[in-house]
């Protein structure tokens, strides 16, 4: 038996500020084939497509990234539109999924998957400003791209065209390979064990050029470059079983991580080979040593005790680790010199969950939970200046004890923790019928914090260096209330008003879900007494509302599903946290915006970018078409 699925999407949309690609352009495409060779067998093919084509800056949901870059409070190139590049990212994914039945307690499922990503910023030349006629203001020329400075022009505003080429330049390219292997069998009545294991393998290459052309990463410049090639690698393996008794379920775990970035690592920290021109007067120690591999074990246990037919308690435990990001290990950038370098021999970061629940079913219709949680997130990584003698000339950073110049790049360093303590409640209706519902709460408190020097010398001359530092406080990323609400209403076959004999609504799902959550948390200092707080303040209340549409008939025999999806469906906005210190003063003081001019006609942020004021993406609508045969 063959069977197969195919699924596409494109989107076309205008650019909501401007920006040189003026239409962003959303391609995904997938396809899965299945096949029974024989009864105890499937075997699934899937092949995706991803591409996506608009500007460095925009398609993102937060709008201060969807339009010119460094503004505010930087001067703006709003009259110059072309200096950001055009970006292009494409994702290929094919992948062989098998699953074997070995008998009616036990199978056995392998999946083999590659994936090619590529990420392009490619240069586009520009001709000089003496060289290019001012076309912009020019009525018969709607295509214009460029206004020159004139008397109107203040520079203290606008930046006018000074470089030959677009303003970045990246090429990134990556091959994935996976692999797993899973095995399940019920022992059992009571005992359902799995066992499996992951490997991962990359093939990355990443070249890159900010704020000017070079085609040589080392060549002395007054942008940033980058250039890295690695090969890392990932292993995991799990074994767990779950048993069930009669007042008691329990989950047992047990999960090894291992990861190496595996790229060469500079023996001496203080002194990185730097190949490159014009940079702080020393060539480097050559000399490397390869990455360590890094390896964890992750032990987990949960336990449910249910109490009669609706009502069970639950306890959980487990320790997760995830590896750093890529640019933390291999990332290597340089500005007359080394500006920041990666480091491969992070080790994984860390989290122990805590968790304590309830859950009671009520009449059969609704199900109440609610959970106690505690997430301890521990050797996080945090950034760390490195005063070396092949720094960057740009960052003096002092002098060792026989008075040879430093100059210091960041890297990264195990050097960060957090934390989470919330409660969160959820209602929700399980017998759907016409109506459904659910609604949840969080109250939740998110700290961050870091440890040790911020910055570490080659000697010990330095003594505040060994003076370590701890700082704990409200992250930015905390948001301490939440809430969601979805509310479906389904109206089915031969249901819904008529008109003419007809039902149009029948066989139509309508369902609007409503968020929100605290504000940003934000730092608003009036006084030198107050200069160690940090996020003491927070922005309004964020919310919007969505709606979504879905109705399913007929046709020719063939079976249509059409929707339309509002998102922010009553143009809420979410304002921008303040860049600069007088406008969060305008902000708490005088309640002004970005957008609003204030007390100050000229005020720079509100005349470069007043578009900036709110992050959130407009009211947008879609509409879907489906075709089942």
């Known amino acids: 038996m063959l069977k197969f699925y195919f699924s596409g999407e494109y989107r076309k949309n205008p650019t909501r500020l401007p920006t040189p690609e003026r239409n962003q352009i959303y391609q995904n495409y997938l396809l899965n084939i299945l096949y029974h060779p024989t009864k105890m067998q499937k075997i699934k093919l899937m092949g995706m497509f991803q591409k996506y084509r608009g500007g460095i800056w925009s398609g993102s949901e937060d709008i201060r990234w969807s339009g010119l870059a460094f503004t505010p409070p930087g001067v703006s190139t709003k009259y110059y539109v072309l200096v950001d590049p055009v970006r292009t990212e494409q994702t290929i ?41 001012d076309r912009l203001d020019s009525l018969g020329d709607t295509r214009g ?187 290597q950038r340089t500005q007359s010199g080394w500006i920041g370098r990666g480091n491969p021999d992070l080790e994984p970061k860390k989290t122990i969950n805590y968790e304590f629940g309830l859950q009671q079913v009520l009449q059969e219709t609704h199900r109440f939970d609610i959970a106690l949680y505690y997430n301890d997130r521990v050797r996080q990584v945090g950034t760390l200046r490195v005063a070396s003698l092949t720094g960057s000339r740009d960052r003096p950073s002092g002098f060792t004890s026989d008075n040879t110049p430093l100059y210091s790049y960041t890297t990264f360093d195990n050097n960060a923790f957090g934390s989470t303590a919330g409660l969160e409640v959820t209602f929700e209706r399980i017998n759907v019928s016409t109506w459904g519902y659910r609604l949840s709460y969080s109250l939740s408190q998110t700290t961050e914090g870091n440890y040790g020097p911020q910055v570490i010398y080659p000697d010990n001359t330095r003594s505040y260096e060994l003076r370590n530092f701890t700082g704990e406080f409200i992250s930015a990323s905390d948001r301490t209330h ?83 999806r509002v998102m922010n469906l009553f143009d809420n906005r979410w304002l921008t946290p303040m860049d600069t210190d007088d406008d969060r003063r305008n902000w708490v003081e005088q309640g002004i915006t970005v957008a609003d001019p204030g007390n100050d006609p000229l005020r720079l942020s509100t005349i470069v970018a007043p578009y900036r004021a709110y992050r959130n993406i407009p009211r947008q609508v879609f509409f879907s078409l489906g075709i089942g045969f």
């Open 93 to 133: 994914t094919q992948s062989l999924n098998w699953v074997y039945t070995i008998n009616s307690n036990s199978f056995v499922e392998a999946t083999l998957s590659h994936q090619n990503e590529k990420y392009e910023l490619p240069y586009e030349y520009l001709a000089g400003w003496a060289t290019e006629r």
């Open 145 to 331: 791209t460029i206004l020159k400075d004139g008397i109107w022009w203040d520079n203290q505003y606008f930046r006018p065209l000074f470089n030959f080429s677009t303003n970045y330049y990246q090429d990134n390219r990556t091959e994935h390979w996976s692999l797993s292997v899973d095995y399940t069998n019920q022992l059992d009545p009571t005992n359902l064990f799995k066992a499996g294991g992951r490997v991962y393998y990359w093939d990355m290459v990443n070249n890159g050029v900010n704020s000017s052309f070079q085609a040589n990463t080392y060549v002395a410049r007054s942008g940033y470059a980058e250039y890295y090639h690695a090969y890392p690698y990932a292993i995991s393996v799990y074994a767990q079983d779950k048993m069930e008794y009669s007042g008691m379920v329990a989950n047992i775990g047990l999960r090894a991580e291992a990861y190496n970035f595996n790229v060469g690592v500079p023996t001496d920290r203080f002194n990185p080979l730097y190949q490159g021109t014009s940079g702080p007067g020393q060539v480097g120690d050559p000399e490397n040593e390869p990455s360590k591999a890094k390896f964890i074990l992750l032990p987990r246990l949960g336990v449910s005790f249910p109490i009669g037919e609706n009502t069970a308690f639950r306890i959980q435990y487990g320790h997760f680790a995830s590896m750093p990001i890529f640019s933390q290990g291999l990332s």
């Open 482 to 564: 939440n809430f969601r609400g979805l509310v479906q209403y389904t109206i089915r076959e031969g249901e819904g008003p008529e008109l003419l004999g007809i039902k149009p609504l029948s066989n139509t799902i309508i369902s609007m879900t409503y968020t929100a959550q605290s504000g940003t948390p934000f730092t608003y200092r009036t006084t030198f007494d107050l200069k160690d707080v940090v996020n003491n303040r927070r922005y309004p209340l964020e919310s919007s509302v969505d709606l979504n549409a879905v109705k399913t008939f007929n046709l020719f025999g063939y079976r249509i599903i059409a929707g339309v």
